[in-house]
T-cell receptor, first 113, second 117 residues
Framework: EDQVTQSPEALRLQEGESSSLNCSYTVSGLRGLFWYRQDPGKGPEFLFTLYSAGEEKEKERLKATLTKKESFLHITAPKPEDSATYLCAVQAAIKAAGNKLTFGGGTRVLVKP | DAGVIQSPRHEVTEMGQEVTLRCKPISGHDYLFWYRQTMMRGLELLIYFNNNVPIDDSGMPEDRFSAKMPNASFSTLKIQPSEPRDSAVYFC???????????????FGPGTRLTVT
């Protein structure tokens, strides 16, 4: 069974204080790993897809990296508007998995001015 | 595009009542997903459709839950009878076809917050 574990559960940062979120996964062959951002009262919003170990993607102050066992979401010099819950999800490469995503529990990030 | 549309946004009902949640996916998307989100269990996939056909309903918790997709622009998730433990936020998401080289991301709706008293 595919499993995704995110840590820490919550993170409080001062504005400008860089940090990293971890996503550890177990999957029967990885087709893709996804990062989403979720604001309170809203649906998850897509950020990145990573496909293979060593791949990196960046968007503004966010950078996602991938190894064979985990992914990191680095937040560089965060601003209060980066406060949100960040969700990690995996999609398995086996045919039976179809287009299913398995999500982690998320990391709640609060950036204080 | 208006994105994925869900209705109602909030639903409060009494135990034993029937609840119907509605979803309109993004036009042109081939896949539609229903998720449930709770503090305890996080975001869980309930069922998904491809070209209006249910592909995997292994996440549907019980026979009380059913989902339909009569056409490409509309889907429903029904709970009958509802129970307090069904209280959660239910999300609908849609995506287009996977090309074989890249995966098209899922676009989520705003969710329906269901409270069963």
């Amino acid at each position: 069974e595919d499993q995704v574990t995110q840590s820490p559960e919550a993170l409080r940062l001062q504005e400008g204080e860089s940090s990293s979120l971890n996503c550890s996964y177990t999957v029967s062959g990885l087709r893709g790993l996804f990062w989403y951002r979720q604001d309170p009262g809203k649906g998850p919003e897509f950020l990145f897809t990573l496909y293979s170990a060593g791949e990196e993607k960046e968007k503004e102050r966010l950078k996602a990296t991938l190894t064979k066992k985990e992914s990191f979401l680095h937040i560089t010099a965060p601003k209060p508007e980066d406060s949100a819950t960040y969700l990690c999800a995996v999609q398995a490469a086996i045919k039976a998995a179809g287009n299913k995503l398995t999500f982690g529990g998320g990391t709640r990030v609060l950036v204080k001015p | 595009d208006a994105g994925v549309i869900q209705s109602p946004r909030h639903e409060v009902t009494e135990m034993g009542q029937e609840v119907t949640l509605r979803c309109k996916p993004i036009s042109g998307h081939d896949y539609l997903f229903w998720y449930r989100q709770t503090m305890m269990r996080g975001l869980e996939l309930l069922i998904y459709f491809n070209n209006n056909v249910p592909i995997d309903d292994s996440g549907m918790p019980e026979d009380r839950f059913s989902a339909k997709m009569p056409n490409a622009s509309f889907s429903t998730l029904k709970i009958q009878p509802s129970e307090p433990r069904d209280s959660a936020v239910y999300f609908c998401a849609s995506s287009s076809f996977w090309t074989g080289t890249t995966i098209d991301e899922q676009y989520f709706g705003p969710g329906t917050r269901l409270t069963v008293t």
